[in-house]
């Protein structure tokens, strides 16, 4: 079975343009979860997805930021116009079930560096 | 507001020797999840261990166990008999049912161990 996976793995912009972060859960995962690790802080909450639907955003810094998952599969995550803290490294997760205790299986990650 | 404190940022540790890493927390709740999780450089996150708030006795797995002290808010990772593929970056978790979140995690900023020959 193959794990959640992240696409790019790196990924150097300029400030001011634009990004869009792919993530692919595991296959039959509902829950989809968007991380986000700023250099030397928390690894910090973004959204939560339930297959399409958002169950949960109150972690998206600003609306700069744009979170998609059509039909309950891959995930996007839009960041216009990236600015400098924006940079940080970018996780994705996905769970089977809603249930809290329930094992969340984490991708690579996308390092995002804003210039 | 939840917060997860690990209080050393790099651990040291002699091959075959053993190590606790610490975390504490901070919650009013009293049903909760508590986690860790082991990054290997450049590799993805992975669960070691979990402990429900609600059992006292705490979680073992294999060379992996926890001091879940629920009075005193601490939640200790112990790795015995430490081999080289334990180096990692270690990150102490948290979530909860409640105030509408639905197993986002809370983590520490994570501590990170070394493994010496």
């Known amino acids: 079975e193959a794990g959640v996976t992240q696409f790019p793995s790196h990924s150097v912009i300029e400030k001011g343009q634009t990004v869009t972060l792919r993530c692919d859960p595991i296959?039959?995962?509902?829950?989809l979860y968007w991380y986000r690790r700023v250099m030397g802080k928390e690894i910090k909450f973004l959204l939560h997805?339930?297959?399409?639907?958002?169950?949960?955003e109150s972690g998206m810094p600003n609306n700069r930021f744009l979170a998609e998952r059509t039909g309950g599969t891959y995930s996007t995550l839009k960041v216009q116009p990236a600015e400098l803290e924006d940079s940080g490294v970018y996780f994705c997760?996905?769970?089977?079930?809603?249930?809290?205790?329930?094992?969340?299986?984490f991708g690579p990650g996308t390092r995002l560096t804003v210039t | 507001a939840q917060t997860v404190t690990q209080s050393q940022p790099e651990m040291s540790v002699q091959e075959a020797e053993t190590v606790t890493l610490s975390c504490t927390y901070d919650?009013?709740?009293?049903?909760?999840?508590l986690f860790w999780y082991k990054q290997p450089p450049s590799r993805q996150m992975i669960l070691v261990i979990r402990?429900?708030?609600?059992?006292?006795q705490n979680a073992t797995e294999n060379r992996f166990s926890v001091n879940f002290q629920k009075a005193a808010k601490s939640f200790s990772l112990k790795i015995s008999d430490s081999q080289l593929g334990d180096a990692a970056m270690y990150f102490c978790?948290?979530?909860?049912?409640?105030?509408?979140?639905?197993?986002?995690?809370?983590f520490g900023k994570g501590t990170k161990l070394s493994v010496k020959p």
């Open positions: 402990q429900e708030a609600y059992k006292q």
């Open positions: 997805f339930v297959k399409e639907s958002k169950q949960d």
């Open positions: 978790a948290y979530t909860t049912n409640y105030g509408g979140s639905q197993g986002n995690l809370i």
């Open positions: 997760a996905s769970s089977q079930e809603v249930r809290v205790s329930h094992e969340q299986y």
């Open positions: 296959s039959g995962h509902d829950n």
């Open positions: 919650t009013s709740e009293s049903d909760y999840y």
